[in-house]
């Protein structure tokens, strides 16, 4: 027995610098932790304060006009999304705003079809903008004022939940869920075309 403790001694020894320096990182966020927590409280507030303001405006107004999606950086070679509704609270606003009674237009700004099933039920009209180049602007401006009728086509499915992930208009059923299989069958329906086919509900225009 203590010849094993004296074999193993030069390991735990070996061991202590890396502990040291794992307890040190550690102290060290902790420290920019304590750190930042007011300056997070500070923009937490502020965002509070924007929002009961835009609320307070949205109420003075004859329509409202909610620009909302994601940022430039969630898309791209390397970005990815765990879930695909609207990042933040940005459907809770969009539900406040709803409560005020005026109508309301949502203008999406996003780089992947979105899940937005409460939104696509609610809101008076949907304009999918994607992430548009500098003149985005005026093209947006001329379609909410009737200077320009959108004649464009979505060129991917969006879908009702994430679940239904992948999903486009010539995807063959693997016979998943089986219960939707079930209920198409003693209905007489059939699940072997597109992934529709078994779920005409679940897709919206948007």
Not at 1 to 10: G, I, K, R, T, V
Not at 18 to 24: C, H, K, S, W, Y
Not at 154 to 173: I, K, M
Request: glycine share 8%; net charge neutral.
């Amino acid at each position: 027995d203590e010849a094993a403790q004296a074999s193993n001694m030069p390991r735990q020894n070996a061991d202590l610098p890396a502990q040291a320096r794992a307890a040190e990182m550690a102290a060290q966020a902790a420290d920019k932790a304590q750190q930042a927590a007011p300056a997070a409280a500070e923009a937490l507030r502020r965002a509070e304060q924007a929002g009961r303001q835009a609320l307070a405006q949205a109420q003075a107004a004859d329509v409202i006009v909610a620009v909302v999606g994601e940022s430039a950086t969630m898309s791209g070679e390397a970005p990815s999304r765990m879930e695909l509704s609207l990042p933040g609270n940005q459907e809770a606003f969009l539900k406040a705003l709803h409560g005020t009674g005026k109508p309301l237009v949502v203008v999406l700004a996003n780089g992947r079809p979105l899940a937005l099933p409460w939104v696509s039920q609610n809101v008076h009209a949907l304009l999918e903008t994607w992430h548009l180049g500098v003149q985005a602007g005026p093209a947006v401006a001329d379609v909410l004022f009737g200077g320009y009728n959108p004649s464009g086509r979505l060129v991917v499915s969006f879908p009702w939940s994430v679940g239904q992930e992948p999903l486009y208009y010539n995807r063959t059923s693997t016979g998943r869920p089986a219960s939707t299989m079930s209920s198409s069958a003693s209905s007489g329906g059939t699940c072997a075309g597109a992934a529709t086919s078994c779920c005409p509900s679940t897709m919206r225009s948007v």
